[in-house]
């Protein structure tokens, strides 16, 4: 298989050409949310951005074994120092329920959600808590290999051992003397040799609720832990691609790739892709900062800062119309010209079903198509493969019009790319039929209406044919003496 | 609180009136599937019948912990001498994926079904390859309790050990020494004191994928030991209730009472429930027997022993028609039964929205009503309850036709009880509209129709308050010189 497909790799900061470690087969790991609040708007960038790489490797042809992870245990509340109360278990005392009960709760409101946005399900979707013993396994070679050293309980990775023969930060391109200057100020390290270690075990204290034994202690994996412990499992000891939001790079696949490394002695990833963030009045949108809106408010529309109610449709076109290194700021004037574009888009693709074929084509179909996928291949570029794919639809409304003509072979081929296109690689759903039962009832009461009309004009030809045609399509009439009243058969 | 709920309680083999442990609060546990096939027919019996428990719990106020296990791990061929593959590793093979991909695509079809059908999502859904230390643990405790033992890297209970003051087999009233002559004849179990004795932890054979290391071998643990690790870790060490499908009865759930009355010295369960089966042409439905039905063969109608699709809520029907504990044999006369009863029932609902209260009632609904929930305090009886409900009919469509009447009071309160049973309790969904775009396409073509031949009498009025109706409605109508077309605005 050869492809032109291009991925901007984080680690050596350029576009890479894709080639997988094994012929036609790819694996790619993904950071997952940690399942302790309602899915938001934020939390569907990592989701869709990935959504479209997997698509368009399966596209491509490629086995793909896509491993999303789910956290469930270990995430703290301050993300750098890697101190503070367990998100979960936080979760869980307010809601006064088991801290299983929340993972699951969300766990659900995310796959609902993601469901809606028609996010295809990852092959494998790990959880942390139930993957402990993979995860004490590498602790235990990391011990073994001198990168990490036990106190009272806990164990830490060793950044000075590990620096001597590697490179901590290669990722992130920060400095271990940078990164001490600003870390050097905060508390409850004592523990560490080195401010910048990391737990990769801590001693529960007796109130903390999700623990397990060790030869350490009674306690649970460090945060950063599980990614390495699910990837290697899953994927191997070095595997294609690693993705996840471009807030995780730092400390959280830093010390990823360091675990990893210490503990295979192999390279650990090898395109590392990051997407951007939603930013919300140039903030970027996040449940630690409280700016965000959830999905269940962005489909409902009930939240102060949304005019109206947005489709899945909507939001994942809106979504896809920004590159996914670059930020995408949420606004109802954003939303609301996606879903223009995309009846625009829809309504194209209606008039294609209608068209009649000419001789000849006049103008040049495959040119267009090239470069919707040149664009794909251009690290995913999907905000220039949607302007090319509305590059066409000028000389598709053209054709129905007349003033343009397609040939049955270019008519084949334009349908069906702009299938693959529009729905297996971009992964927009068929507009759904807008068909309401109150539009139903409204034209029944007209033809009622007409009907009774005729019989005023003694016109009961006429009267009979509507009571006829309605009894073939299933719907009886009843006349009383309140009127005509209608009932489906 | 104090409520009337009777229920079978296996153990005593009678019924029992319920009382939990904890006041307000109820710790149930259920088998749920092992996932390494598509969910069919047969499985929705338990799926639906503790549905049934959880809604009835919930409604009379109780906090449930409803505990649902998924496993994906150690469920051999053969679960009566626990030999043979492991099921989820065949299936992998066949399908050339990784065991945990089969693990996740049929956890997704279960999930997918089981909420079309309207079941609610447990609070828990653990894996059993997710609580492999917690299996561990409980295997060192009955180690050292001394009723196991260590043979070759594999961990086996000891039968003769536990009952010497226990008794294996109180469950499904199955005497030792009878069991034994049963089994005299089994291969491969050359590794164990007495036949019966059972696996705890597996050493596994080179080939075999799935496996975890421990201080006996790399290994993985029996099928029974889960429901008694996950069961403890979630509900303690006792909980109130056990369901599951009645041919669990032996060997699981006597297996799982002896591991977890080994570990933990106390009594596992208080209420022990078994749902019976699904049978098709007087046998049950199992995968093993390969004589099912899927759920999505249901849905859509596509299998040779099928005259038409059926819609989860008649499946649904269908299924609570029969008592929990009676086997219910598939027909399609008797799910074509569920749907026209469905329909007699949701007519009367929609009837009731229009009903105009009189000053008195002309009969006693309470007395109704009393029976509904009499039927469901008496273990369950969803067959009685629905017959009960059933018995209401006739009286709304004799209050719709103005021979009985109904006071406001009585008529709220039936209403809101109504409601109350049948989508909170029995869990069935609101029809959904049977609006179809067809529908929508046929009447717009009767209206276009009778607009032509209005023009041709020229009548002009009257096609001109057809376009100006249908503009209303949002429909604008364009003639052209091949006739009349419409579009949505």
Redesign the interface.
């Given at each position: 298989m050869d492809h032109k497909l291009f991925i901007y790799n984080t680690l050596t900061r350029k576009k890479e050409k894709f080639i997988p470690a094994t012929e036609n087969k790819v694996g790619l790991y993904v950071c997952g949310p940690t399942v302790y609040g309602e899915p938001h708007l934020g939390h569907i960038r990592m989701a869709i951005s990935f959504d479209i790489l997997f698509r368009y490797l399966l596209n491509l042809g490629y086995a793909v074994?896509y491993v999303r992870n789910i956290t469930d245990v270990g995430h703290l509340e301050d993300e750098v120092s890697g101190e503070g109360a367990d998100r979960i278990q936080k979760r869980a005392r307010l809601e006064e329920?088991?801290p299983?009960?929340v993972?699951?709760?969300y766990k659900?409101l995310f796959?609902e959600s993601f469901q809606k946005l028609n996010i295809l399900?990852?092959?494998?979707?790990?959880?942390a808590?139930?993957?402990?013993?993979e995860q004490q396994?590498m602790i235990r070679k990391i011990l073994e290999k001198g990168y990490a050293y036990e106190v009272e309980g806990s164990v830490y990775f060793d950044i000075d051992a590990y620096n001597k023969e590697h490179n901590y930060g290669k990722l992130s391109g920060r400095k271990v003397e940078d990164m001490l200057t600003n870390t050097r100020t905060l508390d409850g390290q004592s523990e560490k040799r080195n401010p910048l270690d990391f737990a990769l075990w801590k001693k529960a204290s007796p109130e903390h609720l999700m623990r397990?034994?060790s030869e350490w202690s009674d306690g649970f994996p460090g945060w950063h832990l599980e990614c390495s412990a699910m990837g290697t499992k899953?994927l191997g000891e070095t595997f294609d691609i690693h993705g996840g939001g471009m807030d995780l790079m730092f400390p959280h696949h830093e010390c990823e790739i360091a675990q990893s490394v210490a503990a295979n002695g192999k390279e650990h990833v090898r395109y590392w892709m990051h997407n951007n963030m939603i930013t919300i009045d140039g903030q970027k949108m996040a449940k630690s900062l409280n700016n965000f809106i959830t999905l269940r408010e962005m489909f409902s529309g009930n939240h102060p800062k949304l005019e109206k109610a947005y489709s899945p449709n909507a939001i994942r076109f809106f979504v896809l119309q920004a590159h996914y290194r670059s930020t995408l700021d949420f606004s109802n004037e954003a939303l609301q010209a996606a879903e223009k574009g995309l009846k625009r888009l829809f309504s194209a693709l209606e008039a294609l079903k209608t068209f009649k074929p000419s001789e000849k084509s006049s103008f040049d179909i495959e040119s267009y198509l090239v470069k919707v996928f040149e664009a794909l291949n251009d690290d995913l570029n999907t905000p220039i493969a949607i302007a090319q794919v509305f590059n066409l639809v000028p000389y598709i409304n053209k054709v129905k019009e007349g003033s343009e003509s397609i040939s049955r072979d270019d008519l084949e081929i334009l349908k069906s790319n702009l299938n693959t296109i529009i729905f297996d690689i971009l992964g927009l759903l068929p507009e759904e039929?807008?068909?309401?039962?109150e539009?139903?009832k409204?034209?029944?009461e007209?033809?009622i209406?007409?009907r009774l009309?005729a019989r005023a004009n003694k016109d009961y030809a006429?009267s009979d044919i509507?009571r006829d045609?309605?009894k073939?399509?299933?719907?009886a009439l009843k006349d009383t003496k309140d009127g005509t009243s209608w009932e489906?058969e």
């Open positions: 074994r329920i088991e299983m009960e993972v699951q709760k659900n796959n399900p990852p092959s494998i979707e790990p959880q808590s139930g993957h402990i013993i396994q397990w034994p899953y039929d807008n068909t309401n039962a539009l139903e409204d034209l029944l007209l033809i209406d007409l009309k006429t509507i045609k309605l073939e399509v299933g719907i489906k």
